[in-house]
């Protein structure tokens, strides 16, 4: 009998900490406003609408190949995930209907997971994935939902989006997990401070995939207006700082790169799409 409630009081427990644990992922969802899964973006709780307008990009003191700062122009309103694509997000995507297993498998002949990444749970964000598995993520996504081109932002995007006008003065602490605060892994998505344009962890958690192939020397010869990087290269871009950098790499026009085949621990993805149905 003794052994019967032992058993009983340790299923209660566990069956406790288990909605203790989905309380907190419900609360976080409500606190933000939306929640992380599928339904975030295809009902727009999960994006935020950005406007059309012009930001000095670059830095002075950042490295050689965020020189010259230089003036770009966004020339159409566009819409930006408010968080980077969540684990449960991924999942819904490249699951298959109806039990099938079939491989999934991107245009480099790589398979792709279907529950990527090093750190696992639903709220946080996807990592572990190459800019070739993001490519087969997004092809499957724009054939569920119609309504929208679905793509990466650009690379000037990206870093207007995290500018934000330069005008909302925050923390580190409280818009990042950094390494000083991130215990050496990812967080929840939206546990943090969104900037001035409600779009959360642009800097810190997992740095994301743009769209545009890297060079060295774009910025001296890139066009004003919505410029979408070189034609061609062997690397591609990532944008933002990561769960593992310190406060010096946590500046919005800092570049990051690697093959397009390559699945990072501390790189993942923010989705953009156009803001008028087509």
Same mark, same amino acid.
């Given at each position: 009998?003794?052994?019967?409630?032992?058993?009983?009081?340790?299923?209660? @427990?566990?069956?406790? /900490?288990?909605?203790?644990?989905?309380?907190?992922?419900?609360?976080?969802?409500?606190?933000?406003?939306?929640?992380?899964?599928?339904?975030?973006?295809?009902?727009?709780?999960?994006?935020?609408?950005?406007?059309? =307008?012009?930001?000095?990009?670059?830095?002075?003191? =950042?490295?050689?190949?965020?020189?010259?700062?230089?003036?770009?122009?966004?020339?159409?309103?566009?819409?930006?995930?408010?968080?980077?694509?969540?684990?449960?997000?991924?999942?819904?995507?490249? =699951?298959?209907?109806?039990?099938?297993?079939?491989?999934?498998?991107?245009?480099?002949?790589?398979? %792709?997971?279907?529950?990527?990444?090093?750190?696992?749970?639903?709220? @946080?964000? #996807?990592? !572990?994935? !190459?800019?070739?598995? %993001?490519?087969?993520?997004?092809?499957?996504?724009?054939?569920?939902?119609?309504?929208?081109?679905?793509?990466?932002?650009?690379?000037?995007?990206?870093?207007?989006?995290?500018?934000?006008?330069?005008?909302?003065?925050?923390? @580190?602490?409280?818009?990042?997990?950094?390494?000083?605060?991130?215990?050496?892994?990812?967080?929840? /998505?939206?546990?943090?401070?969104?900037?001035?344009?409600?779009?959360?962890?642009?800097?810190?958690?997992?740095?994301?995939?743009?769209?545009?192939?890297?060079?060295?020397?774009?910025?001296?010869?890139?066009?004003?207006?919505?410029?979408?990087?070189?034609?061609? =290269?062997?690397?591609? /871009?990532?944008?933002?700082?990561?769960?593992?950098?310190?406060?010096?790499?946590?500046?919005?026009?800092?570049?990051?790169?690697?093959?397009?085949?390559?699945?990072?621990?501390? #790189?993942?993805?923010?989705?953009?799409?156009?803001?008028?149905?087509?």
């Amino acid at each position: 009998m003794a052994g019967t409630e032992q058993s009983f009081s340790r299923r209660t @427990l566990l069956r406790g /900490v288990g909605v203790l644990a989905t309380c907190r992922l419900e609360t976080l969802a409500m606190q933000s406003g939306f929640g992380y899964g599928l339904t975030a973006l295809l009902d727009g709780t999960g994006m935020a609408r950005i406007r059309s =307008g012009e930001f000095q990009m670059g830095s002075t003191s =950042g490295n050689a190949d965020e020189r010259p700062v230089h003036r770009v122009r966004i020339s159409q309103d566009f819409e930006i995930g408010k968080c980077e694509v969540t684990q449960a997000q991924w999942e819904a995507v490249m =699951g298959e209907a109806h039990g099938a297993t079939a491989a999934l498998i991107n245009k480099d002949g790589a398979t %792709v997971s279907r529950n990527p990444g090093r750190f696992k749970g639903a709220s @946080l964000p #996807v990592e !572990s994935v !190459s800019w070739a598995d %993001v490519e087969l993520f997004l092809a499957r996504l724009n054939a569920r939902d119609t309504r929208y081109v679905w793509r990466l932002p650009t690379e000037a995007e990206w870093e207007y989006v995290c500018r934000a006008g330069d005008g909302h003065e925050t923390s @580190l602490e409280a818009t990042a997990w950094y390494q000083a605060n991130s215990e050496a892994q990812t967080h929840p /998505v939206a546990t943090k401070e969104p900037n001035a344009w409600g779009v959360h962890d642009m800097q810190g958690n997992v740095a994301e995939w743009v769209s545009d192939w890297y060079s060295p020397d774009y910025y001296q010869n890139s066009p004003v207006i919505d410029p979408k990087g070189p034609e061609t =290269g062997s690397y591609r /871009v990532f944008r933002g700082s990561c769960w593992h950098n310190g406060p010096e790499k946590s500046r919005a026009s800092i570049r990051g790169l690697d093959f397009p085949v390559s699945r990072l621990d501390y #790189v993942g993805f923010r989705l953009a799409r156009a803001a008028t149905s087509r």
